[in-house]
């Protein structure tokens, strides 16, 4: 996991920005519509933010593959064990309507499947074995997503 999640967000947004200057023909939203994505890009980065601000106020490693020290349990991790790849992912579907090319919806597409084959098993690895029952409680009763 040498590529962290941010600089794989990063890159599909440049590649969703990429696409629809090369193929403007596959824009399907156009005019004041397409504002109601930086709405959604907000909402998605507020969650990711408000998570992170979780993991430093537990004093919690955030980045993947480092050792975890406290299992957050509080905000939006009552709802999703993964607050700031779901948030990430709606940021990226926002950016997705206000870019408005069709072809730019595969950035939060691809963040998702990544996260959730590459990323997550292993974090969720890692946290079970760190953290036992604690954990697989807390797995029992919060889905991955939503």
């Given at each position: 996991m040498?590529i962290?999640?941010?600089y794989?967000a990063i890159?599909?947004?440049?590649?969703?920005?990429?696409?629809?200057y090369?193929?403007p023909?596959?824009?399907?939203?156009f005019?004041n519509a397409?504002?109601?994505?930086?709405?959604?890009f907000v909402?998605?980065?507020?969650?990711?933010?408000?998570?992170?601000?979780l993991f430093?106020?537990?004093?919690t490693p955030?980045?993947p593959?480092?050792?975890p020290?406290?299992?957050?349990i509080?905000g939006p991790y009552?709802?999703?064990?993964n607050?700031?790849y779901?948030?990430?992912t709606?940021?990226?579907?926002g950016?997705?309507?206000y870019?408005?090319?069709?072809l730019?919806l595969?950035?939060?597409i691809i963040?998702?499947v990544?996260?959730n084959i590459?990323?997550?098993?292993?974090e969720?690895?890692l946290l079970?074995?760190t953290?036992?029952?604690?954990?697989?409680?807390?797995?029992?009763?919060?889905?991955?997503?939503i």
């Amino acid at each position: 996991m040498r590529i962290k999640p941010p600089y794989i967000a990063i890159a599909l947004l440049f590649l969703s920005w990429l696409v629809d200057y090369l193929l403007p023909q596959f824009r399907f939203i156009f005019g004041n519509a397409r504002y109601f994505g930086i709405l959604i890009f907000v909402l998605g980065l507020s969650t990711t933010f408000y998570s992170f601000y979780l993991f430093k106020k537990n004093k919690t490693p955030i980045l993947p593959g480092q050792k975890p020290t406290f299992v957050v349990i509080e905000g939006p991790y009552k709802f999703t064990r993964n607050p700031m790849y779901l948030g990430v992912t709606i940021g990226l579907l926002g950016m997705s309507i206000y870019i408005g090319n069709l072809l730019s919806l595969l950035s939060p597409i691809i963040f998702f499947v990544v996260m959730n084959i590459a990323y997550v098993p292993f974090e969720e690895g890692l946290l079970e074995k760190t953290f036992g029952k604690q954990y697989l409680n807390y797995k029992k009763k919060v889905r991955r997503w939503i």
